[in-house]
């Protein structure tokens, strides 16, 4: 590695070298800041980081010797990702301070989780995958477990850290694999020693398994969803909803980086993926009609969500992987949307996490019901919300590519998927309170929402441009 | 096939394996049993197990040494290929070491601000 080399590399991952630095200077900065100021040195280090992946955007550099490259379609994960982490922090100030949670470690944790994400994004090569998707784990692990005097808490993260080493470690395995069979871990040169090799290679087969299982576990796709209840259950509201867009989003990434090869999307490889995608979706959509708990009810919406994305990567090609892109995005602003308002219900005594708590919301908190009801509707994929159109444009690339049957499966699920949310519309809206609401809407969580809904709207009005957007930042990656 | 390669190694962990499975069988038909429960007791120089560890219970503390013991274990191995290959990687490799040593001191200092190391509390 020349020095020159080594220059236009830093200056590719600035964006996470910023995040990482700040990290570190938080880290230590933090233990003599008394707990004042940290979502403001945070939300400071995620624009900086914002600032600088909007000045790299609109050239290809690779760095890092093939391990790592900014395009455009890194840059609108990279944003993705910003937004998440941003609203994630807007939403922690008031409810890390009532779960008592407010410290320096949880604001670093999720800056380490979101270069992580960053780093998985930009990873071309299946080592610097790992290292992004371990630094986003491990980051997260601890997250979950947060809240250490509850028992769920724990109980959660010390799920997730088995069953996510478990998924981690077949993941290495199958890359191992790889590497002894292509002598190679770049996805690039690997696609290019797949033309070559025979396809019904039995050894190749295996490691592929064994690489998608690690991915599919990070999605939460059937069957390696068995975590994602009870994990975003247990661990902190504030954190769930993070880890339902963010973590979430970076495994599909790194699914749509490989698929964005040709000679991937070429080969029989989505007869698996369209299996994966109806069994997620179905179980996500049926299992979530009989919880009574908001937030598992969230985490079995999340992966019937994930079933449908899966649908875009199925479909393929240009058209098919903006689909999933915007989809991801649309789902970002929806998803912590609701999320933000169970966040908000957090309050004294109250958990806000029973669906029952929820009863007459509609009567003294119009505002705030008015909202829930918006991110419901869109995450049922009702018009004119933004979640019409996430749906919409999968479909489309669906059909054009000729899987009629699989749209249909699709639409039929997630007419069941419209039920639980329209549910918690109803008991919203019908039902009489059982008691007082006192929701905890501070300045930043108001700001959350309001950003999340105008995203949800914005979205919903102009989706054409979004996804225009979206599908230029393919291209440009290409 | 390239997978061919590999037989040695296959080869070599089935032999790992039968040769250890074969050694316990083997010394279970030759031995005598006779278990009784002064000898199902941990090994103590012949007293009887006293002490907080004996309970199955560490000090807290332990578990904090072990991982940074780990941290700067890893270091040291990562190290010593460097050291070896340092002329030929350069003044490029020679930095990138100091960013890896740089954040790793970043986590000993918050240890060591936490009181991790502080022995008692």
Request: with cysteine.
């Amino acid at each position: 590695v020349t020095p020159e080399a080594l220059l236009q590399s830093i200056l590719a991952s600035l964006p996470e070298i910023i995040v990482v630095t700040g990290a570190c200077v938080l880290l230590i900065a933090g233990l003599f800041m008394g707990g004042r100021g940290l979502v403001a040195a945070s939300l400071t280090i995620v624009a900086a980081a914002t600032a600088a992946s909007l000045a790299l955007t609109g050239e290809v550099r690779p760095g890092y010797s093939g391990m790592f490259v900014v395009d455009g379609f890194a840059s609108f994960f990279k944003v993705l990702f910003y937004l998440a982490t941003a609203l994630t922090l807007l939403l922690s100030r008031r409810y890390a301070e009532i779960e008592r949670i407010a410290k320096v470690e949880y604001y670093v944790l999720l800056l380490f989780a979101l270069a992580g994400m960053m780093i998985m994004a930009s990873a071309t090569d299946l080592l610097s995958i790992y290292v992004g998707l371990e630094l986003m784990a491990l980051s997260t692990y601890v997250l979950t477990g947060f809240v250490r005097q509850e028992r769920r808490s724990n109980e959660a993260a010390l799920k997730y850290v088995i069953l996510g080493g478990v998924s981690t470690g077949i993941f290495l395995y199958g890359v191992s694999l790889i590497y002894g069979l292509t002598g190679t871990t770049q996805l690039d040169a690997l696609a290019a020693s797949l033309a070559g090799a025979a396809p019904r290679d039995p050894a190749f087969l295996l490691a592929v398994v064994f690489v998608v299982t690690g991915l599919v576990f990070k999605i939460g796709a059937v069957p390696f969803h068995m975590w994602v209840p009870d994990v975003y259950e247990g661990a902190p509201t504030t954190i769930t909803a993070f880890m339902s867009v963010g973590p979430k989003a970076a495994g599909f990434a790194v699914v749509l980086r490989v698929f964005l090869n040709p000679l991937v999307a070429a080969s029989d490889i989505w007869i698996t993926v369209a299996v994966i995608a109806v069994v997620t979706m179905a179980l996500g959509s049926f299992v979530a009609l009989v919880q009574d708990n908001i937030k598992r009810l969230l985490a079995y919406s999340s992966i019937a969500h994930a079933g449908f994305a899966l649908f875009g990567v199925v479909a393929g090609g240009i058209d098919g992987i903006a689909s999933v892109m915007l989809y991801l995005l649309i789902y970002t602003f929806m998803n912590i949307g609701i999320f933000g308002a169970v966040v908000s219900m957090r309050n004294g005594d109250v958990s806000g996490e029973a669906i029952e708590d929820y009863a007459g919301f509609a009567r003294s908190q119009r505002g705030l019901a008015f909202l829930m009801l918006l991110f419901l509707f869109s995450l049922a994929g009702i018009p004119p919300t933004a979640g019409f159109f996430a749906k919409f444009y999968v479909l489309v690339a669906l059909v054009e590519q000729g899987f009629v049957a699989l749209a249909v499966i699709a639409v039929l699920l997630s007419a069941v998927a419209a039920y639980f949310y329209i549910r918690i519309v109803m008991v919203m809206y019908m039902r009489e309170p059982n008691g007082e609401f006192d929701p905890a809407l501070t300045v930043p969580v108001r700001i959350a929402l309001g950003v999340a809904a105008a995203g949800t709207i914005g979205i919903g009005l102009f989706p054409a441009w979004f996804l225009g957007l979206a599908q230029a930042s393919v291209f440009a990656g290409h | 096939m390239t997978g061919m390669e590999f037989l040695p190694a296959l080869v070599m962990v089935t032999g790992v394996v039968l040769v250890a499975l074969a050694t316990l069988y083997v010394s279970s038909l030759l031995r005598p049993s006779n278990p009784y429960p002064a000898k199902n007791m941990p090994y103590e120089c012949g007293v009887d197990p006293a002490g907080e560890a004996a309970g199955g219970r560490f000090r807290v503390q332990f578990f904090l040494v072990a991982i940074l013991f780990v941290v700067f274990d890893v270091e040291a191995m990562f190290l010593f290929p460097w050291a070896v290959v340092l002329k030929e990687i350069g003044l490029v490799g020679y930095v990138e070491m100091f960013v890896f040593i740089v954040l790793l001191l970043v986590g000993f200092a918050y240890a060591w601000l936490k009181g991790a190391l502080e022995w008692e509390s």
